[in-house]
C-alpha cells in the first residue's frame, strides 16, 4: 500500500471514529436525559405519596382517639355495670352509646404505591430502607382491615344492644355521630354483653398498638422521603 493510499485509509478511519464517538455521544446524553425524565417522575409520584401518607397519619390519630373513648367507656361498664345499672341508668345508656360508635373504616388508599411499583419507579429509589418501608407500610393494610372486621362483628352485638335496651328518646349527645337515651331495660347486662364489651376492648386495644407503630413508621418515611427528593 503506497503513502497516498495509507493517508486515504486514515483518513476515513478518523472520520468514521468521529462519526461513531458522535452517536455515542448522543446516545448517552439522551439516555441521561431519560434517566432524569425518569427520576423526576418518581419524585412526583413519592411527592403524591407522602401527601397521602400525611393523611394516613391524621385519620389514625382520629381512630386512635375514637377506640380510646371506646375503650375508656368499657372499662367503666365492666367496672361498675351494677351500680350504673341501679344508680344511674342514663350514664349507662351513654357509655354504651359511645362503644357502638367506636367503630372505624381505614381508607386504604394505594393508587401512588402501585404507580410506584408497576412503573419501576421503586428501583430508581437510592435509599434501600425507604422501598422497604413503603414495601411494609402497604402490606399492612390489609391486616388492619381484618382488625376492624373482627371490630365490626363484636361491634354488631352491641349496636343491636343498644337498639334493644335504651331509649330511643335523646337524652343529650355522645360527642361522636349521635344522641343516647337511657338505660330502659329492665334486666342487667347479660355475661354474654360483658364479654362482646369485653372483646372488643381487646380487639380496639390490640388495633390502637398497630396505629401507634404505623404513625412512627408514616413519620420516618415521611423524613425519608424528603431526603429522597431534595
Known amino acids: 500500500m503506497n503513502n497516498k493510499m495509507k493517508k486515504h485509509v486514515f483518513k476515513y478511519l478518523i472520520e468514521f471514529l468521529v462519526v461513531v464517538s458522535g452517536i455515542i455521544i448522543s446516545l448517552n446524553i439522551e439516555k441521561g436525559k431519560a434517566l432524569d425524565y425518569k427520576n423526576e417522575l418518581k419524585n412526583q409520584s413519592l411527592r403524591r405519596l407522602m401527601k397521602n401518607i400525611d393523611q394516613d397519619i391524621s385519620d389514625s390519630k382520629l381512630n386512635k382517639k375514637i377506640h380510646l373513648n371506646g375503650i375508656k367507656c368499657s372499662e367503666r361498664i365492666l367496672n361498675n355495670h351494677e351500680s350504673l345499672f341501679d344508680t344511674d341508668k342514663d350514664s349507662l345508656g351513654y357509655y354504651l352509646s359511645v362503644i357502638s360508635y367506636s367503630e372505624t373504616v381505614f381508607v386504604d388508599n394505594q393508587e401512588e404505591y402501585l404507580t410506584l411499583r408497576n412503573s419501576?419507579?421503586?428501583?430508581?429509589?437510592?435509599?434501600?430502607?425507604?422501598?422497604?418501608?413503603?414495601?411494609?407500610?402497604?402490606?399492612?393494610?390489609?391486616?388492619?382491615?381484618?382488625?376492624?372486621?373482627?371490630?365490626?362483628?363484636?361491634?354488631?352485638?352491641?349496636?343491636?344492644?343498644?337498639?334493644?335496651?335504651?331509649?330511643?328518646?335523646?337524652?343529650?349527645?355522645?360527642?361522636?355521630?349521635?344522641?343516647?337515651?337511657?338505660?330502659?331495660?329492665?334486666?342487667?347486662?347479660?355475661?354474654?354483653?360483658?364479654?362482646?364489651?369485653?372483646r372488643k376492648k381487646v380487639f380496639s386495644e390490640f388495633y390502637i398498638a398497630q396505629i401507634n407503630s404505623g404513625l412512627e413508621s408514616d413519620s420516618l418515611l415521611i423524613s425519608k422521603i424528603k431526603k429522597e427528593i431534595e
Open 120 to 198: 419501576g419507579f421503586l428501583e430508581l429509589i437510592d435509599d434501600d430502607e425507604l422501598v422497604r418501608l413503603i414495601q411494609e407500610k402497604y402490606s399492612k393494610h390489609s391486616f388492619y382491615k381484618t382488625i376492624e372486621n373482627y371490630i365490626g362483628a363484636q361491634n354488631n352485638i352491641i349496636t343491636n344492644l343498644v337498639l334493644e335496651k335504651t331509649s330511643y328518646i335523646s337524652r343529650g349527645t355522645n360527642n361522636f355521630l349521635g344522641n343516647y337515651g337511657t338505660y330502659e331495660s329492665k334486666q342487667k347486662l347479660s355475661n354474654y354483653e360483658l364479654n362482646t364489651i369485653q
